[in-house]
């Protein structure tokens, strides 16, 4: 062997990329003066593709798999330099590794509210946020639609591009389909899809491709959100009245329970002490010439303790099977108790009671039971 076929053993260029990143897309393999030697080994992994640039023009696109950089494995780069297959010097291009592997939990969501026309709410505003993978699909067509010259290009420089085409396409399926909000959560798989789909073209115009699109949340404004839940809640309370009726028998109850009397007890007798003052006014005679008498002397008034609040007459509950209903006043049990609605196993509730408790073990309740028969002795044994 001869010092030059050493030396030119030696030398042969060995061409690869390991990404010690989690974001980069596109490296170019960097070499000084672009130079690279006849017969180079080109290393490309799985996960990667290697794009070569000759003279600003894109030449061949190598796919994973270990290449001896001859003219028979160039075709395009022997093409645009026209070599012959005795050709062995050097030869400049540039070579760039791209990542073709996924990018994933990468985050989307609507900066503002999207306007749409809800078939129950009217118009409103929604929110949305998800996430999504994207990988390179086309590499030589990302390298000239995205990276240009690009020496290290990474997701970020994309991610907000994306994240724009995704929520436009969102906002456009979203206000078009007539899906009502309160239906978008159990229905969020297949917008995900139908999204995706309109995404897809867009993307595939730069090379890539989207093979995952995830809608985590669509949410109303707060101030819809809080009205919602105002009528969520009337409709678990059901009839309207009663509970009005119910939240005023609270209300006395928790003031009747304050040792002191509260300042429901305190505002009922200031109330019923002005309108005693008034209605004494009012009917007091009237002096001979049409006036009034002369106020008497002043007498030391007694100290007038005021009245104590009205009694609170108790609502009830009745569960029955698992099912609770009322409030029922004691008139309406004991209509229920003399029509058989209400029995003495029945279970009951009141505000101030420990848990639910049988009818018969109520002393207010029991009561309703004595002007009915006791339950029927069991059959004797025949």
């Known amino acids: ?19 010690d990143s989690r974001d980069t897309m596109v490296w170019r393999f960097e070499r000084e003066g672009h130079e690279i030697k006849y017969g180079a080994k ?6 990667q593709s290697a794009v070569f640039v000759h003279e600003g023009q894109l030449a061949d696109v190598f796919t994973p798999g270990l290449y001896m950089l001859e003219t028979n494995n160039m075709p395009v780069m022997t ?12 030869f400049k291009s540039e070579i760039y590794f791209v990542n073709t592997t996924r990018f994933n939990n990468l985050k989307w969501g609507t900066k503002n509210p999207i306007m749409l026309r809800d078939p129950e709410f009217g118009p409103t505003r929604i929110r949305a946020y998800g996430t999504y993978t994207v990988r390179v699909k086309e590499p030589a067509r990302f390298l000239v639609e995205i990276v240009g010259t690009d020496g290290e290009f990474t997701m970020d420089e ?7 085409i995704i929520v436009q396409e969102f906002s456009r399926v979203i206000a078009g389909s007539g899906i009502p909000v309160l239906d978008m959560a159990a229905n969020t798989a297949d917008l995900g899809k139908l999204i995706a789909a309109e995404v897809s073209p867009v993307l595939d115009g730069y090379g890539l491709e989207m093979p995952e699109f995830y ?4 949410s109303l404004p707060p101030a819809v959100e809080a009205a919602l839940d105002k009528r969520t809640s009337m409709g678990l309370a059901g009839d309207l009245g009663k509970f009005t009726q119910y939240s005023a028998a609270e209300a006395m109850t928790a003031a009747a329970q304050n040792p002191a009397g509260g300042g429901m ?13 008034q209605s004494m006014a009012a009917g007091q005679p009237a002096g001979p010439w049409g006036s009034r008498p002369a106020p008497a002397a002043p007498q030391p008034a007694a100290p007038v303790a005021p009245p104590p609040p009205p009694p609170v007459e108790h609502v009830w509950h009745i569960a029955e099977d698992g099912v609770t ?7 309406r049990m004991g209509r229920m108790a003399a029509e058989g609605g209400l029995k003495r196993e029945t279970h009951v509730w009141t505000p101030g009671q420990d848990g ?3 009818a018969e073990d109520v002393a207010e309740l029991a009561q309703l039971f004595t002007i009915l028969p006791p339950p029927p002795p069991p059959p004797a044994a025949g």
Request: hydrophobic content about 45%; cysteine-free; glycine content about 12%.
């Open 215 to 218: 809608i985590e949340n669509i």
């Open 1 to 19: 062997m001869g010092i030059f076929d050493f030396l030119s053993g030696q030398f042969i260029d060995v061409i690869h990329w390991v990404d």
């Open 42 to 47: 080109l290393t490309v992994r799985e996960g």
């Open 265 to 277: 007890a305190a505002g009922l007798g200031a109330g019923m002490g002005m309108a005693m003052a």
């Open 79 to 90: 093409t645009l330099q026209h070599w012959d297959h005795g050709f062995r010097s050097p």
């Open 325 to 331: 209903s009322g409030p029922f006043s004691k008139a």
């Open 356 to 358: 639910w408790m049988r």
């Open 158 to 164: 994309i991610s907000y591009q994306i994240r724009n």
